[in-house]
């Protein structure tokens, strides 16, 4: 039961450096969502999908871009890395309705130099 | 906007404490109220829920209560382990909000001594 997988675990870039993370669920779930976690600031909503096709912005979204690619896998890509963007950053998948548990991935660590 | 506020961290205990970690929230109607924890290098899971108001939510020793009247939703434990040390994130899905986004609070980390 793998739940939600994220590749890679861990990265290291160079400014300007670009990247696609990787996000895949296995719960036949609609809803999708990146976070990036950094100290003191909690969780940030960067992008979301409510369904297979759609995306939104969230509360941080520059400097990122998204992919649904399907209903299990969504991407997201940092075209031109910059140091403010050394986060960790989280996939999450959820099912239909308000009071549905989200299910996260093991985070990436990246850093970008 | 809806936002989740709760306690700055970080808190320490010792083990058999009595534990409470303070949430507020800002929402419109009626929202879906979470508690996640983060166990050190993994990702989010999810402690416990509560869906409409006066609803207690309870799993490992946590409970919390939807409290409605003063917007609350506070974590607490009645006898603290060493195990439970984590960061604790409390979040709601906005009234009406099925599909949508899932609002966390900045996290309160917990450290337990022996």
């Known amino acids: 039961n793998a739940g939600v997988t994220q590749t890679p675990k861990f990265q290291v870039l160079k400014t300007g450096q670009s990247m696609t993370l990787q996000c895949a669920q296995d719960?036949?779930?609609?809803?999708m969502y990146w976070y990036r976690q950094d100290p003191g600031m909690g969780l940030r909503l960067i992008y979301y999908?409510?369904?297979?096709?759609?995306?939104d912005k969230g509360e941080v979204p520059n400097g990122y871009n998204v992919s649904r690619l399907n209903k299990r896998e969504f991407s997201l890509r940092l075209e031109s890395a910059a140091p403010s963007q050394t986060s960790v950053y989280f996939c999450?998948?959820?099912?239909?309705?308000?009071?549905?548990?989200?299910?996260f991935g093991q985070g990436t660590r990246l850093t970008v130099v | 906007g809806d936002s989740v506020t709760q306690m700055e961290g970080p808190v320490t205990l010792s083990e058999e404490a009595f534990l409470t970690i303070n949430c507020t929230y800002t929402?419109?109607?009626?929202?879906?109220l979470f508690w996640y924890v983060q166990y050190p290098g993994e990702g989010l899971q999810l402690l416990l829920k509560?869906?409409?108001?006066?609803d207690k939510g309870s799993n490992k020793g946590f409970e919390a209560t939807y409290r409605k009247e003063t917007t609350s939703f506070h974590l607490e434990k009645g006898s603290v382990q060493v195990s439970d040390s984590a960061v604790y994130f409390c979040?709601?899905?906005?009234?009406?909000?099925?599909?949508?986004?899932?609002?966390f609070g900045k996290g309160t980390k917990l450290s337990v001594k022996p």
């Open positions: 509560a869906t409409k108001a006066d």
């Open positions: 999908s409510a369904s297979e096709g759609t995306t």
């Open positions: 979040a709601l899905t906005p009234y009406g909000g099925s599909q949508g986004n899932l609002i």
């Open positions: 929402a419109t109607g009626y929202p879906s």
């Open positions: 999450a998948s959820r099912g239909r309705g308000a009071n549905t548990e989200a299910f």
């Open positions: 719960m036949n779930h609609n809803s």
